[in-house]
């Protein structure tokens, strides 16, 4: 959603995934006012399933092992994704072909070259 001041639209799958998380009011809301969210009004409105660690010390401590986990189940969970959601992968395909076909005309708009060059520039 950042990229909107480049009047770069970005392609992360968040014109698919965020509404359905946080509804459509409140996604026009952060992708329109680009407001930095703390984790807990993340957490408070959907956007994220859980908050790791308490602090940054805390967070360091449990991701060794949490991405260990992961890694070890990373087949298993991504079959039973695709098992319980088989429309959804059509689904988000088609939203990357949107999104990659909407990012294509940005690359060819002056505006979009003119506030990349600010921004690298100034």
Known sequence: PHYRKMALFGSEYWTYSLPRRVGIPMAEELTTNLQPLLA??????????????????????????????????????LR??????????????????????????CFHDNEYHERRRKFVYH
Not at 86 to 105: G, K, N, V
């Open 40 to 77: 807990t009004e993340a957490h408070r409105i959907g956007m994220i399933d859980e908050i790791v660690g308490s602090d940054a010390a805390d967070l360091n401590a449990q991701l060794h092992a949490r991405c260990l986990h992961l890694q070890a189940d990373s087949r298993d969970l």
């Open 80 to 105: 039973q994704k695709r098992a319980a959601t088989p429309s959804l992968w059509a689904t988000l395909e088609e939203h990357r072909h949107q999104e990659l076909l909407r990012m294509r005309r």
